[in-house]
């Protein structure tokens, strides 16, 4: 068994996950994201010590590694939190090496994204697929590749930025410094603000039914709008296909994967998202052998990083 968690900007998650995947235990905290490194960094290792209490005596001598999975850049080979941007301090950080003494098994990092994408892999919508990408949509856009069964590091283990890539030569530079990527015309505000700009031109939309106060406008109200009939949210949807089929696309022409997996809170909008998307990936591979009914929706929730970052353990550590 290994101990997996998965740190996020406003909370965390630790839990014990076995080799089937299965979570025995586990435990959600606050975050404190202004917090420094002295202060959060105690608390993951208590986390981590308290969800250990909580198996019975056997299960507590089976746990041999803990995997970490990070909201930022990391180099899993040494440990280090290269930057984490919503997290104070968090940059070239030595988080491994700092934990290690309150354990008596190993300490493993990993990108909160690459975590996603092996949990996933392993014990979700990407069993059985040995070339997979996983795209997570939310705030921004993470993803994580499994190439050939494995996850992908490459040559500097920032794993595969497809968010960060370009899409669009005439959008808005993107968080990662990049012109027109993915996560900038995918990402949720992206999103919002095209549906904001076809209600702008006075076209009638079911939009201000769902969300009467558009200042709370959110991707999730445009699904629901989209799923009442209303042509104009749909089209917000379609456009955000084109987007995303456009770099799935060239994932798939570089890598010749054969699913790919998408999770985070927009991919909640369900079929008004992924059918466009289908037809969208279909009319660009009419020449290529690939599937458009392996894009599919990933099976395993917000549980996928933290799974995720105790397979890492399991794997990376030879556990």
Not at 18 to 24: E, F, Y
Not at 89 to 105: M, S, Y
Not at 242 to 250: E, H, K, P, R, T
Not at 272 to 300: C, G, K, M, W, Y
Request: with cysteine; hydrophobic share 40%.
């Amino acid at each position: 068994m290994t101990i997996g968690l998965d740190l996020g900007g406003t909370t965390f998650n630790a839990a014990c996950v076995d080799n089937a995947g299965r979570i025995l235990a586990s435990r959600e905290y606050e975050t404190r994201q202004h917090e420094s490194p002295d202060l959060l960094l105690p608390r993951l290792a208590d986390a981590i010590l308290e969800v250990r209490r909580g198996l019975d005596e056997v299960q507590r001598s089976q746990i041999n590694a803990v995997g970490i999975g990070v909201p930022g850049p990391v180099k899993p080979r040494s440990g280090i939190c290269v930057y984490a941007p919503n997290l104070n301090g968090w940059k070239n950080l030595p988080v491994a090496e700092r934990l290690q003494p309150r354990f008596d098994f190993p300490v493993f990092l990993i990108n909160d994204a690459d975590a996603a994408a092996l949990g996933e892999a392993r014990y979700g919508a990407g069993r059985g697929a040995d070339q997979m990408l996983m795209l997570t949509l939310g705030t921004g856009v993470g993803s994580g590749l499994i190439l050939n069964g494995k996850l992908h590091l490459g040559h500097s283990e920032r794993g595969s930025e497809i968010g960060h890539t370009t899409v669009d030569f005439d959008s808005k530079r993107g968080s990662g410094g990049n012109i027109g990527t993915l996560e900038s015309v995918c990402g949720r505000d992206a999103i919002v603000w095209r549906a904001l700009r076809h209600l702008g031109s006075g076209r009638v939309s079911k939009i201000p039914d769902v969300c009467p106060d558009l200042a709370e406008l959110t991707p999730r109200h445009i699904a629901q709008a989209a799923e009442l009939g209303d042509e104009l949210a749909q089209t917000v949807w379609d456009e955000t296909a084109v987007y995303l089929a456009v770099g799935i696309m060239n994932v798939i022409l570089l890598t010749d994967i054969e699913r790919v997996v998408i999770g985070g809170g927009i991919a909640q909008a369900g079929e008004v998202l992924f059918a466009p998307l289908r037809r969208a990936v279909a009319a660009r591979t009419s020449q290529l052998h690939f599937d458009v009914n392996q894009i599919v929706p990933a099976e395993l929730g917000p549980d996928a990083g933290v799974i995720g970052a105790a397979q890492w353990a399991r794997e990376f550590g030879g556990t």
